[in-house]
């Protein structure tokens, strides 16, 4: 069992914090099998309250659970319970892991950000929902504060952690 964790970096205009709408945030992921190296074209999507393959010997089953078509070895990737951190503006143009992935059989190798973030913006600013980072960058206006908020060059990449 391998622990990776996701890091982003952005540069963020007049945010506090960025985050996933834990628990419900769909992390798309392409994954590669450990066993084979076999690498997954299409995304697959991980939800932390999403539980699969329940059976009599895992009654709590995974959050992501795959047969790989070239070895047929089974793999799971569960998200680590309170592993979902935000990203603030302490954070900002710096890699930070917000996320933690329990991998047994695969591994990721790249993210897509997609719709669900949530942004809060400085100053005790206006919040905002259901966010879509899918093009990298996202700007918006802060009517509370009559100011723009904005998320720019957003990056991701994966590291595998220490237990």
């Known amino acids: 069992m391998v622990r990776v964790g996701l890091q982003i970096s952005a ?14 945030y769909s992390f798309f992921l392409k994954l590669k099998c450990s066993n084979c190296g076999e690498q997954s074209d299409k995304w697959h999507d ?21 047969k790989c078509k070239m070895c047929s070895r089974e793999n799971s990737i569960d998200i680590v319970d309170k592993s979902n951190a935000p990203y603030t503006a302490d ?4 890699f930070k892991t917000i996320v933690v992935f329990e991998c047994r059989g695969a591994e990721p190798v790249e993210f897509s950000p997609r719709v669900g ?18 093009e990298d960058d996202w ?19 994966f590291i595998k952690l220490k237990k």
């Open 139 to 157: 700007v918006e206006y802060d009517q509370k504060n009559n100011n723009s908020v904005g998320i720019y060059e957003f990056a991701s990449k």
């Open 91 to 94: 954070d900002s143009g710096a």
């Open 11 to 24: 540069t963020l205009e007049n945010v506090d914090k960025l985050e996933t709408s834990h628990p419900d």
């Open 117 to 134: 973030w949530r942004v809060s913006s400085a100053e005790n600013g206006q919040q905002f929902e259901e966010v879509d980072l899918s």
């Open 46 to 66: 991980i939800t932390e309250s999403e539980r699969v393959q329940q059976d009599s010997r895992n009654a709590a089953g995974f959050n992501f659970f795959m």
